[in-house]
């Protein structure tokens, strides 16, 4: 049910996206002319190269590297996080209301993935080549510095560490055995969903359109604060996360010039 939900809502954002927000020959493009994608693919092979790159490491060291790494470990840094910031996220868990807590697990579980695969997918097709380099070495800057501490400092997350209720969970049942294939409850700090969707934010207003400009800004602000509304990230995870973006947004403004 909850595959069918996610899928239906990629669909109508995708469908949204296609009909109000793109230009309507970038539109006709991405829906109909297949060899004009493989040839825009071709010529960006490349940055796309380095996000698939990225993902299935990623995907490698949640599955197999993680788990043995974390018990080698044998130490939750999350003691350590809460000693700092005390129970300001976990107060959220206590005070859900059920409007707002739907609201942001749909963006979370379904309009944040949206923005990392159809981003890549428009730069490419619009030839946007400055924004997908962007976000390609931008997500590589992100993730080589992100994984030392993923490996070496394992941190709960907010509502695993205090054992309170999921609001995945309580929003779309058995979501999250989908959701841990592709991350762990442990890897916090940084923010991954804050880093990556400030990254995304900057690339997508690099492509001069307006309606995608306020669309991502839109979603870059509704996750951020969503991790912490659904007591998933600690504060620190957020303002570090935020931090490595920001840093890496700087190498890039000086690095890749306009084309």
């Not at 954002?13 to 040839?39: M, P, S, V």
């Not at 409007?99 to 379904?110: Q, S």
């Amino acid at each position: 049910m909850w595959m069918t939900v996610i899928g239906l809502i990629n669909l109508i954002l995708f469908a949204f996206t296609i009909t109000f927000i793109l230009d309507r020959k970038e539109a006709k493009k991405i829906i109909f002319d297949f060899n004009f994608i493989i040839q825009r693919i071709k010529k960006n092979l490349l940055p796309i190269f380095l996000i698939c790159a990225v993902v299935v490491f990623h995907l490698i060291e949640v599955k197999f590297i993680d788990p043995v790494v974390t018990n080698w470990i044998g130490y939750d840094y999350a003691n350590n996080i809460k000693a700092i910031e005390n129970g300001f996220v976990y107060w959220f868990s206590q005070n859900w209301t059920t409007g707002i807590i739907h609201f942001f697990v749909l963006i979370y579980i379904a309009v944040y993935p949206f923005t990392l695969w159809f981003s890549p997918l428009y730069f490419t097709i619009a030839n946007k080549k400055k924004a997908l380099k962007s976000l390609a070495y931008g997500l590589l800057i992100i993730y080589v510095v992100s994984l030392p501490f993923y490996l070496f400092i394992p941190i709960k997350n907010v509502y695993t560490f205090y054992e309170t209720k999921s609001a995945l969970e309580t929003v779309i049942p058995y979501v999250e055995n989908f959701f841990y294939s592709t991350t762990t409850i442990n890897n916090c700090l940084p923010s991954l969903h804050t880093a990556m969707t400030i990254l995304v934010a900057y690339c997508l207003n690099l492509t001069g359109n307006k309606k995608l400009k306020i669309f991502g800004y839109f979603v870059m602000i509704t996750v951020i604060i969503s991790v912490i509304y659904l007591s998933i990230h600690w504060l620190t995870d957020v303002f570090v996360g935020a931090l490595l973006s920001l840093g890496a947004i700087f190498i890039l403004k000086r690095y890749i010039g306009d084309e």
